[in-house]
């Protein structure tokens, strides 16, 4: 079984550039999750689907980021403009279905660096 | 609100020695808790859970945890430690908000094991 894919893996751009990261959780899981990564820190969520919708996006900052999931399959997480503080890693995760006590299955995230 | 404190963002021990993590969490209502870990630029896998019934749970790769309520831990350990256990190590905790019907996964700031030959 394949599992949670994420591309690019590695970022490099200029600030006040756009960005975008793209996900593909594992067939059949309804919850996918973006997680921010700072460098000695663990992940903090950014947003939760479940299916196509945006269930839970309160930690998003939407002045800056946005994120889309299209059927309800796989999605785009975007930085427009990009600052340096946005350097970190994304994870993204899925699950079954949204229930707290479940297993997420992590990607091995994007590495974003921006100068 | 909930929150998981990870005791000791490096821990190092020999190889054969015995490892322990600690992990406490705050949680208004019972938590599920998790322990994940995470290898140079790899996501993070589960090691183990605790969802309901037996307080000691048993993971993958011989480690385990056992559930304190009174002492609101989850302490992560492993009898003799292999080399290959070098990695990140991140304790988690969700509860169900009863007023929104939504749930958060929170994870600690992460331990980074170190084995010595």
């Known amino acids: 079984e394949a599992g949670v894919v994420q591309s690019p893996r590695y970022k490099i751009i200029e600030k006040k550039q756009p960005v975008a990261f793209w996900c593909n959780p594992i067939?059949?899981?309804?919850?996918l999750y973006w997680y921010l990564q700072n460098l000695g820190q663990g992940p903090e969520l950014l947003i939760r689907?479940?299916?196509?919708?945006?269930?839970?996006d309160s930690q998003l900052p939407k002045d800056r980021f946005s994120a889309e999931r299209l059927k309800g399959v796989d999605s785009t997480l975007k930085i427009q403009p990009a600052e340096l503080g946005d350097s970190a890693v994304y994870l993204c995760?899925?699950?079954?279905?949204?229930?707290?006590?479940?297993?997420?299955?992590f990607g091995p995230g994007t590495r974003l660096l921006v100068l | 609100a909930q929150s998981v404190t990870q005791l000791g963002s490096h821990v190092s021990v020999s190889e054969g020695a015995l490892v322990l993590l600690r992990c406490n969490y705050s949680?208004?209502?019972?938590?599920?808790l998790f322990w994940y870990v995470q290898y140079p630029n790899q996501g993070l896998q589960l090691l183990l859970k605790?969802?309901?019934?037996?307080?000691l749970v048993k993971g993958i790769n011989g480690f385990e945890a056992e559930f304190k309520k009174s002492e609101t831990s989850f302490h992560l350990t492993k009898p003799s430690a292999h080399m290959s256990d070098a990695a990140e190590y991140f304790c988690?905790?969700?509860?169900?908000?009863?007023?929104?019907?939504?749930?958060?996964?929170?994870f600690g700031t992460g331990t980074r094991l170190k084995v010595l030959a």
């Open positions: 605790y969802t309901t019934g037996a307080t």
């Open positions: 067939s059949g899981h309804n919850t």
């Open positions: 949680s208004s209502v019972p938590p599920y």
């Open positions: 689907y479940e299916n196509e919708e945006a269930v839970d």
């Open positions: 995760a899925s699950s079954l279905g949204g229930v707290p006590q479940e297993t997420q299955y």
């Open positions: 988690a905790v969700t509860t169900l908000t009863t007023t929104s019907g939504t749930y958060k996964y929170i």
